[in-house]
């Protein structure tokens, strides 16, 4: 399996070096001809103002929607939630491109600045065992879930972090930035 | 629910990489920034081109406009403390700000000490000339680092300097027997814990972009090569002839540093690049470099 990670700004090479450890082979995707050649596409955190235009400038948005129609499965962590997210509420600068994949309203930098980062632990569906260390940085929210979307993650107060539709996956935190790799098995799995 | 650790510290700035940071004085120019694909902006007074032309001491930029440019722009905003000034930090954090720059592009105000980075909520970045550098500031609690080069020159010729010589510090550890990194560590006056964990990991523990002196998409794809994980440009957007599009072609150039078709592509016509200044022409004393300890 070719594992695609969106390497236009971020923490790709985070990924990157979890799915090595897992044995997988790893594309970085920067124009439409990587994408081609993965079987799978991760979009990593980053800034998703940076990362949606650069989406657009460098003619990914459509290329990209059109695996996800055929199945590829695809996972956004924090920016790339945002950008799978069908809609964006709050804090989106105008014209912000998005893939608008999955049927779930996300909002941006929900907790607030820097200041407000943090860790918890989680109970997460389909990942058994101890409850897993996450981390959120200026991190957002999914305000709600729609269609055949569903919430696989929410914190003590009920609010959700992650949600999963068909192939398509969304985290509002980074699993890339601890040495947890059952997240990204999941993901291999789907 | 942990608020504030190291590694939400650490993780906003690797949540930065392959990015481009850049100096803004006003709103109007974060949102030019931001519109260009910066993944943060630093908010100042003024970029270092117009410090170093002014003199004076340079200080912490003034608290409105700081929460001006906080008000509009949805990217993480950084702001520059003086090296030592743990005040201007308080009141920065106080402010909201993202990251804080302890940074020598500002006028010292202390000659021994920085500041304990450890005592803060929010991270922050500091500058380094070498790998001894970059350690101390990071046993001090910084989360991110950055070569420093020498603001406000459009000449790169010191951030290749000194990010040649950071990795070369950390070649030359990954290449000793483990007894000897105690010497090392003691040579490059760095605590010898920091040290190890180099030599074995062969990278810094933080991210490293570069800074000072980057005017153009083909600098900022050169330092990307040299092995950073992304820039700070200070006045060489602004001070250019058509800052939106020099803007916006060094942040493609960042992402593909490793295409030159594309890099040439986005170089095309972007006018006129920031005047430079050759470092042999600066008056020793002003220097901005060499400050920090």
């Not at chain 1, 450890?21 to 993965?38: A, D, I, S």
């Not at chain 1, 998703?48 to 003619?59: E, R």
């Not at chain 2, 990251?99 to 450890?118: G, M, R």
């Not at chain 2, 006129?272 to 004393?285: H, K, T």
Request: hydrophobic residues 45%.
């Amino acid at each position: 399996m070719n594992v695609g990670v969106l390497a236009l700004q971020g923490a790709f090479r985070e990924h990157e070096q979890i799915l090595r450890r897992l044995g997988q082979q790893v594309t970085q995707v920067r124009l439409p001809e990587h994408l081609e050649q993965v079987d799978r596409l991760i979009i990593p955190g980053g800034e998703s103002t940076t990362i949606g235009k650069l989406l657009v400038a460098y003619k990914l948005v459509e290329p990209i929607r059109e695996r996800a129609r055929r199945e590829m499965p695809v996972w956004g962590t924090c920016a790339g939630m945002i950008l799978l997210a069908g809609q964006i509420i709050e804090g989106r600068p105008e014209g912000q491109p998005a893939l608008a994949l999955m049927d779930i309203v996300a909002q941006r930098n929900a907790f607030g600045r820097q200041l407000d980062s943090f860790e918890a632990d989680l109970q997460i569906a389909g990942i058994a065992g101890e409850p897993f260390r996450a981390v959120f940085i200026r991190a957002p929210l999914i305000t709600s879930v729609g269609g055949d979307a569903e919430a696989v993650a929410t914190l003590d107060d009920g609010r959700i972090v992650a949600a999963r539709q068909g192939r398509l996956l969304a985290t509002a935190f980074h699993p890339e930035l601890t040495d947890d790799t059952r997240m990204h098995e999941l993901f291999l799995e789907m | 629910m942990e608020k504030s650790t190291f590694r939400t510290k650490a993780g906003l700035a690797q949540m930065l990489k392959g990015g481009v940071i850049m100096d803004v004085v006003t709103p109007e120019q974060a949102r030019i920034a931001e519109e260009a694909g910066a993944v943060a902006v630093m908010a100042l007074e003024r970029v270092p081109a117009d410090i170093r032309k002014h003199g004076g001491v340079a200080r912490m930029s003034d608290p409105e406009m700081i929460q001006g440019i906080i008000e509009a722009v949805t990217i993480p905003v950084m702001a520059k403390a003086r090296i030592g000034h743990f005040v201007e930090a308080q009141l920065l954090e106080a402010l909201g700000i993202d990251y804080i720059d302890e940074s020598e592009v500002l006028t010292p105000a202390d000659e021994h000490n920085h500041i304990n980075k450890h005592k803060f909520n929010v991270p922050f970045v500091c500058g380094c000339r070498n790998l001894g550098e970059a350690l101390r500031r990071i046993n001090e609690g910084a989360a991110m680092i950055r070569t420093k080069g020498e603001a406000g020159t459009g000449n790169v010729v010191e951030a290749v300097r000194h990010a040649r010589q950071l990795f070369a510090d950390i070649r030359r550890l990954q290449s000793m027997n483990e007894d000897e990194l105690f010497v090392a560590a003691k040579e490059m006056q760095a605590p010898y814990e920091l040290v190890r964990e180099v030599a074995e990991a062969g990278k810094l523990p933080v991210v490293n972009f570069a800074a000072g002196g980057i005017a153009t998409p083909a600098d900022a794809a050169l330092m990307m090569q040299l092995g950073v994980d992304g820039v700070f440009v200070g006045s060489g957007i602004f001070k250019s002839g058509d800052p939106a599009r020099r803007a916006k072609a060094i942040v493609e150039a960042t992402t593909h540093y490793n295409d030159p078709k594309i890099i040439a592509e986005v170089s095309k016509g972007l006018g006129e690049a920031m005047v430079g200044i050759n470092i042999g022409d600066i008056p020793e004393g002003e220097l901005l470099a060499v400050r920090g300890w």
